[in-house]
Nanobody
Framework: QVQLVESGGGLVEPGGSLRLSCVAS????????IAWFRQAPGKAREFVAR????????YYADSMRDRSTISRDDAKNMVTLQMNSLKPEDTAVYYC?????????WGKGTLVTVSS
C-alpha cells in the first residue's frame, strides 16, 4: 500500500520559515516525480512545486518561486519543501503526491498557518 505522509506544518509569523517533509512508502520512490500542493480554506487545491524523479529539475508556482526550495533524498524516500518569507495567504493544508498525481496517494496533509 502506497502512503505519502506529510509533516512539518505549524503556526508561523509572517516573514517566517517552515520546512515541510513528505515521506513515502510502498512505491519505488526514485522512479517518481514528487509534487507539493496546497488547499486554503474555501479554495481549490493548487500546485506549489515539484521535483523530477532524477532530482535534476524543479518547478514552482509563480507565487512560491522566489520563496521556496524543493529537494529530495531518495535514500530516505523523502521530499522536503523549504518555505521562506511566508505570508498569511500561504495558510493552507499542504499535501504531497506523485506527479502526475494519483487519487489514491493523497494523504492527510500538514497544516501551515501564517499569522501574527
Amino acid at each position: 500500500q502506497v502512503q505519502l505522509v506529510e509533516s512539518g506544518g505549524g503556526l508561523v509569523e509572517p516573514g517566517g520559515s517552515l520546512r515541510l517533509s513528505c515521506v513515502a512508502s510502498g512505491l519505488s520512490f526514485g522512479l517518481y516525480s514528487i509534487a507539493w500542493f496546497r488547499q486554503a480554506p474555501g479554495k481549490a487545491r493548487e500546485f506549489v512545486a515539484r521535483i523530477t524523479a532524477a532530482g535534476d529539475k524543479s518547478y514552482y508556482a509563480d507565487s512560491m518561486r522566489d520563496r521556496s526550495t524543493i529537494s529530495r533524498d531518495d535514500a530516505k524516500n523523502m521530499v522536503t519543501l523549504q518555505m521562506n518569507s511566508l505570508k498569511p495567504e500561504d495558510t493552507a493544508v499542504y499535501y504531497c503526491n506523485t506527479y502526475p498525481t494519483r487519487a489514491a496517494y493523497w494523504g492527510k496533509g500538514t497544516l501551515v498557518t501564517v499569522s501574527s
